[in-house]
């Protein structure tokens, strides 16, 4: 009683600390008893009385508790080792305004928990939360024995002068346990949290903790832990340990066997103090500082289910059907190679004399002279209009020079039937690309006037380009993406990824090994495409070296660069977007997607490029423009939302570029962005629209530019006032629109040239605008969404569709790389039906 009274004292303002000459040991005594009687007899008569009372399960105890007054309850249990009972502490404390708080401590085997009633919880900005009802779950301790009598006390004491009333109750908890595949309901608040106990079966490995609740609201925390005291089951100390995600309306958490010793864990469900962590409104500031806020009425209603996860054999199962479905492409090609190589050697043993002309065939173009036009001309071509490649053969060296006199003899006389008045007679019209290319209409044989060898390495730095950037763009990414995994299998914030919870199949350190193993498609299908091209280059390497016309002067210009790049392109796409989804959140959504507004640029180069060998652009500016592309998606995801000041200069330099471009497809190049542009525009508006009032010289370029433009001009008008959250599928949107309008208008003028598709191109285009269209199907199912907060997204996840193994998200995987794969196709074998036509036969648009 005297320590206690020295102690007492010593919080007393009137008493004096010790000077620095006391020494410990009589001297302290002496120095005591001074300030004892300095403080005066009071603090020595007024001592603190201890009770200590017997208490049972399920019994409410109304008492009161003032600062003399310390109230001790005892309470003793039975427990054994193949039972587990949860026990609860509910307190209640009947005043209004209460100024000193009163003190719990729970002092148990192995565990002391202690907290304060009113409890304070703090919010974003240090906000304060005042509750004066408290429940807590105590921990419960291993016991090695079979059946042990375990004690424990809950001491009550207050600083108050004041007495003040509290309610006390310990209970014990019904189903503690939870039993697997059975929903077990509960109600929590910030005060009262809950948690429940699960033990692995026998054969089962991995588990699945789903908790769910048909409110979004009051916003919660769902937490793993392994069986260990103290359980942080509080709003402030929930994420100390184990596994935890915020949820509202969703939640679920895969949990392995070999990460808890014990083969059992906890599943804790704590409601937040506030909502903005969940995508919730922000309350109001306090007027004070330490100001306490009302919090509410913040209970809600959850059910919690721990179901079993998928065995090994689905694993299995699941890998190799991806490696079955890719493989089968694989011999699909290889049966079209040997069908298609018999087909060509038996030409070689009964060669084909020369092709008609298209006229002689019933395939009649459209007229040279009304090209570009969209009258109705019932006009045809005569048989000497257009005359195609003769067929070579292997060993047949006579008739290989008869075939190349038969050329010349045709193409004197398709000139001699032609009237002079309709061909500039200038000297230099072979050899000056300013006269060459403003032709009103022009043929590939006007656009294939350079070295081939020139082109083939020009188009070739596309390929070694991509494969540099892809180096130096991997090497990071895999190293940023292996430190995220690191960082939520070591914090357990399952905040940090969004995934599909409902459908997340971990894999070692992989948290989702499903969406990992479902971009298998995009490399093996790119790697087949590359060998498909690497087939056709060589074969037409050798059709060079042996002088083959068809090689030599048909069909159109054979460039494999920028197939090459494609090719590439589509497998980084697979490896980075596997990278993404080792933790995809809005930090590291360009590894997803910058691939594929290259691919979508290479897609259109390619189709330029095909009648358009000579100008199309260089390596370097397409990617200069495509590197352009990816650092506006950057800052658009980043800053873009809500930003008026960004979407006005996007939109601004969307309609300038599009102008630009569409400048440089019009005049293929032939004009100067200087500084005497604006009069030179001035001047052919005034002569050519206000004076002569006369149509454009090219039609059809130019209907696809007004086209183009519009449809751009929309989509910037669009992302100007709706300010879509997602910039990067609104930029991605885009670049397809865009590919899609070129490639439209290519198969509608190579049909009108009175050009032919061949089935095997048929059948792509049908093939892969059906598999397109049921990829987007899945693709915009949305299982989860960056743009929203973690619990948000949530609730979006759905179970697995597919073998038990994939989503609708893996599904928009193995479509997409088969429909990027059918596109490619299609793009390759397009123009074969051109590989016997002379290229001063085949139009350019």
Known sequence: MVLRSYWKCRLKSSCFPAPRWIRPGLAALFWFCVTQLVCGAGALGETKSVTQKDAEFDVTYNDTVKSYNQTIYAFNHTISRNKTEGVRVTVDVMQQHLESPILFVIRQKQAVMSFQVPLILRGLYQRKYPYKHVGRTLCQPPTRAASETQYFFVDVSTLSSQETNFQLRVSRVESFTLQTDRKFSFTASPSQPQFFKYVFPDGVDTVIVKVNSDVNFPCSVMSVQDIQCPVYDLDNNVAFIGMYQTMTKKGAITVQRKDFPSNSFYVVVVVKTEDEACGGPLRFYPLQPDELIDAGN????????????INSEKYVIGMLFCLGIFLSFYVLTLLVACVENKRMKRREMFPNPPDTSPAETGKTPASPYEYGSFADNGSTLSSEAITDCATSTDNNYGYLERSLDSVARSRQESLSSVEEDDYDTLEDIDSDKNIVRTKKYLCVSDLARKDKRILSKKYQIYFWNIATIAVFYALPVIQLVITYQTVVNVTGNQDICYYNFLCAHPLGALSAFNNILSNLGYVMLGLLFLLIVFKRDVTHSRALLRNDLNALECGIPKHFGVYYAMGTALMMEGLLS???????????????????????????????????????????????????VI????????????????????????????????????????WRLDAGIMRRIVYVIYTDCIRQCSGPMYIDRMVLLVMGNIVNWSLAAYGLIERPNDFASYLLAIAICNLLLYFAFYIIMKLRSGERIKCLPVVCILFTAVVWGFALYFFFQGLSTWQKTPAESREHNRDCILLSFFDDHDIWHFLSSIAMFGSFLVLLTMDDDLDTVQRDKIYVF
């Open 578 to 628: 596997a990278c993404y989804h080792v933790c995809p959140n809005y930090t590291n959504f360009q590894f997803d997607t910058s691939f594929m507004y290259m691919i979508a640029g290479l897609c259109m180069l390619k189709l330029y490029q095909k009648r358009h060998p000579d100008i199309n652009a260089s390596a370097y500016t397409a990617y200069a423009c495509l590197a352009a």
């Open 631 to 670: 650092f506006f998606s950057v800052r658009g995801v980043v800053f873009g939302r809500g930003n008026t000041v960004f979407w006005i200069v996007f939109s601004v330099i969307h309609i300038l570029a599009t102008l630009l471009l569409s400048t440089q497809l019009y005049y293929m190049g032939r």
């Open 298 to 309: 913040r209970t809600k209603d959850l059910d919690v289910v721990v179901s079993p996860a």
